[in-house]
């Protein structure tokens, strides 16, 4: 691994660290302004808003800018942006629109980084596919440690010594995170096209996935996969407390199990993509998950739930890796940002319509019915998926990409120019698309 990537992880590893202190602080914030549930259910939808509002367009402008640029100054900005609620609190001026503003723009860096980041990876080592594989998985596993294991606590014992400082600690974290941003080495800038519309360049990376079997299959995945989670999520705590007769400690576990699972399947993807093919292993790895969910749904105890969310876990962490890593390796430079924002927004987009799902089967039938139905979602999507993201799709793919003829895309046969629209022949098949973040 070139060095530049321990720089990153280590940015990437700080700036998770701080995620998770504010992902549990700012509800908990919340909760000492307000007690009701809708102006709590604001300050935490207005974080994924910008996702939803802007994911196309966000990673159109990431596809102009240079995306080390892009990364440093906007952790930079979030550690300004945060010392404003942090003064709030200490001014006792703090407010329930306030930290919806905050959540919001928070979203908004959270969506420009993710994105330039992730076009930045492939330029840093060299699109090759094992080491961005090596590389996703390392990212992945601390980033579940730091945000997942780690930082909540963090951030509940941090807010007990004063509501400022949670705030202020992850303003720290994105400080440092920028420092070690801007030192990374500089990547090539993507090859300009001809002058046109960012709303056109928007909708060219978005129709460069729809057109293309194998990116829409493994696009489908995260977007499927995230009304299936939710569905489960937004009735797990009552799932866990009616059926499983398990109080808030026990719920905690279940929640442990499950990131466990997800550090686990992150540290063997590399092996099972070597072992079946990428392709092959997504499929499995899909396959998996269901199969999981539907254990939970008839688990007679809370140790069979606890495997079941551990197993489940361990088929997200996997294709988490996987799939961003066979995007990487594939997608032109130039498109990169658009594609992966275009996934990633996919996935937001399909996340409240679980939540939904599982709130009014759980009403009109039963606490289980929300799991069967997610189960029966992803053994589905997995079905419907898996000719679309064959060994051979992605083989295919990769040849081109080999043969394409350096890392920007720009020569030809690279891929199509938005002008040219998407598209691009693999022995008679389009290219692909990794799985976004799943959850």
């Known amino acids: 691994m070139p060095s530049g990537f321990g720089r990153l992880w280590t940015a990437q590893t700080v700036s998770s660290l701080g995620d ?47 995306r080390r640029r892009t990364m440093w100054l906007t952790d930079a900005a979030r550690a300004v942006l945060l010392a404003l609620p942090a003064g709030a609190a200490a001014l006792d001026l703090l407010s329930v629109p306030l930290l919806a503003a905050v959540a919001f723009l928070l979203g908004l860096g959270q969506l420009f980084f993710d994105t330039a980041a992730t076009a930045y990876l492939p330029d840093l080592l060299g699109r090759d596919p094992a080491l961005l594989e090596r590389a996703n998985a390392r990212l992945r596993g601390t980033q579940t440690a730091a945000s997942g294991f780690a930082g909540p606590p963090a951030g509940s014992a941090l807010l007990a010594l004063g509501r400022s400082v949670p705030l202020l600690a ?3 974290s994105f400080a440092l995170s920028a ?22 360049q928007a ?27 939710l569905a489960v999520e937004t009735v797990l705590a009552l799932f866990a407390h009616e059926r499983l007769g398990i109080g808030t400690l026990g719920f905690g576990l279940l929640l442990t199990a499950e990131a466990t699972g997800g550090l686990l399947g992150a540290g063997i993807a590399s092996f099972l993509g070597r072992r079946l093919g990428t392709g092959t292993a997504l499929t499995c790895t899909a396959a998996v998950e269901g199969l999981a969910i539907l254990g939970l749904a008839a688990a007679p105890d809370p140790y069979a739930a606890g ?8 088929g997200m962490g996997a294709t988490m890796v996987l799939g961003p890593s066979l995007r990487q390796a594939i997608v032109p430079a130039r498109l990169m940002g658009r594609v992966a924002s275009t996934s990633r927004m996919l996935a937001m987009c399909a996340a409240p319509f679980g939540a939904f799902l599982g709130g009014w089967l759980a009403t009109a039938h039963d606490v289980r019915t929300p799991l069967y139905a997610a189960a029966g979602l992803l053994l589905t999507m997995t079905a419907v998926t898996a000719t679309m993201t064959s060994n051979s799709r992605v083989e295919a793919a990769l040849r081109d990409a080999a043969t394409a003829g350096g890392p920007t895309g720009s020569t030809p046969g690279a891929g199509p120019t938005p002008e040219d629209g998407p598209g691009r022949p693999a022995s008679g098949e389009p290219v692909i698309e990794g799985a976004a973040e799943a959850r």
């Open 20 to 66: 998770g202190v504010t992902h549990a602080a700012l509800p908990l914030l919340a909760l000492t302004l307000t007690r009701d549930p809708m102006a709590l259910a604001v300050v935490t939808a207005a974080g994924t808003l910008p996702w939803l509002l802007f994911g196309v367009l966000g990673g159109a402008l990431v596809d102009r800018w240079d």
């Open 170 to 172: 992850d303003a720290l």
């Open 179 to 200: 420092l070690l941003v801007r030192s990374l080495p500089a990547a090539p800038r993507p090859v300009p096209q001809a002058r046109e519309s960012l709303l056109r």
């Open 203 to 229: 909708r060219a990376g978005a129709s460069y996935v729809f057109r293309d079997r194998l990116l829409l299959g493994l696009a489908l995945r995260p977007a499927v996969g995230n009304i299936a989670f």
């Open 307 to 314: 495997l079941a969310l551990a197993v489940c876990g361990a």
